[in-house]
């Protein structure tokens, strides 16, 4: 049994696959229209949602499946003090596949190495939305017909941006793919991006704080909302909320194949003047998204099918336990109960530790 909490657990050629379904069910929906009779999906939204959430429950009816619902962090136990752990243990007992967003990083691994059905991560704080990624991937399949040799710029936050994090996880196992990471300074891309991904990668990578002296380079263009949320400075965000606004003088220069994405929602980073352009793909990635999730629960279930087994985690890997404690504040092991601190090495030479859950590198090390 298998989950989905970053988008690196699944394999370029299982990409390729889910790519194939999706394409299928786009093609013949009728035929997968009873291919979850009897399942269950409980969509446990702890932040607030609309393609995910509903996407997933419309995939899942789509799939002749049933649906159990928690939105809002208000409006289950977790308000009453539950720890993620027993709430996906107990969820677990009500449903055969569990999708979850939580604002804390980490909280849909632990969700997972709790839970007894697959769970999937719709959005752990500001660190991975892989199924966004996947309706990411299938649009630029559509419109591009291939994911190497491209020239992808990001714009806008890229610092809590997880839809950006998991899209570049996901490029970098592509050849000649060039990243074009264009934002303040303040919203960087994270380090752990920087030096366990991209530096780690064949891909190259280019910063700016300039929209306009890139755009004419770029294949993909991927606005992103300022995270109002993730700030914990209110002056921080009005500073910096108006970086980037992509307009139709903005597109002048931009190249005729030019495909726009924006995995929404969208605050005024891109005009709505735009989405007439033919160049304008945002929509058609809300459209795809369902369909690489129907896709997925499928996958999932399947696997669940084969193998009932639930997979430890941890189980083989070179870990450091409870020696350093995480110090940021989003990481699920600020919160939960008992959760142990573990860290994996990521340069044994200069003993660079990162924690499990959030990827915040250890300090005191
Ligand atoms: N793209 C995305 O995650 O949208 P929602 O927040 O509406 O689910």
Redesign the pocket.
Same mark, same amino acid.
């Given at each position: 049994m298998r989950n989905l909490i970053d988008i690196l657990d699944l394999t370029c050629e299982e990409l390729d696959e889910l790519i194939a379904l999706a394409e299928d069910i786009i093609k013949d929906p009728k035929k997968y229209a009873h291919a979850a009779d009897g399942k269950i999906l409980s969509a446990l939204?702890f932040?607030? #949602? @609309?393609? @995910?959430?509903? #996407?997933f429950e419309s995939a899942m009816h789509s799939l002749g499946g049933n649906v159990l619902s928690v939105t809002g962090a208000g409006s289950s136990s977790t308000a009453k003090g539950e720890s993620i752990a027993d709430t996906a243990k107990t969820v677990s007992l009500y449903s055969d596949i569990i999708a979850m967003?939580h604002p804390l990083e980490g909280s849909a691994f632990v969700a997972g190495n709790n839970a007894t059905v697959p769970v999937i991560n +719709? &959005?752990d704080g500001g660190h991975c939305?892989p @199924?966004?990624t996947l +309706?990411d991937l299938l649009t630029i399949s559509r419109e591009k017909g291939r994911f190497d040799n491209l020239t992808v710029g990001f714009c806008g936050d890229l610092k809590y941006g997880? @839809?950006v994090h998991s899209l570049i996880s996901a490029l970098s196992r592509y050849s000649g793919v060039k990243f074009v990471l264009i934002s303040p300074a303040e919203l960087a891309i994270p380090k752990y991006v920087r030096y366990e991904i991209l530096e780690k990668s064949s891909a190259s990578f280019f910063e700016t704080t300039s929209l306009e002296e890139v755009i004419p380079t770029l294949d993909v263009l991927y606005m992103t909302r300022i995270q109002r949320e993730r700030f914990f400075d209110e002056a921080e965000y009005e500073r910096l909320k108006d970086s980037y606004v992509l307009t139709v003088e903005k597109l002048e220069n931009a190249k005729k194949d030019l495909s726009i994405l924006h995995?929404?929602?969208r605050v005024n980073e891109i005009s709505v003047k735009i989405d007439s352009d033919p160049r304008a793909c945002y929509f058609k990635?809300?459209e795809n &998204?369902k369909y690489m999730r129907m896709a997925l629960i499928l996958k999932l279930l399947q696997d669940a099918e084969n193998d009932k087994t639930k997979k430890d985690e941890f189980a083989g890997k070179k870990l450091v336990v409870n020696k350093f404690r995480c110090d940021n504040p989003r990481c699920i092991s600020s919160t939960e109960q008992e959760l142990e601190h573990v860290f994996k090495p990521v340069d044994e030479e200069k003993q660079i530790y990162r924690c499990f859950y959030c990827e915040a590198k250890a300090k005191n090390n």
């Open positions: 939204f932040e607030p #949602s @609309t393609r @995910t959430r509903l #996407s967003r +719709a &959005g939305h @199924t966004q +309706a997880r @839809t995995p929404l929602p990635q809300v &998204g």
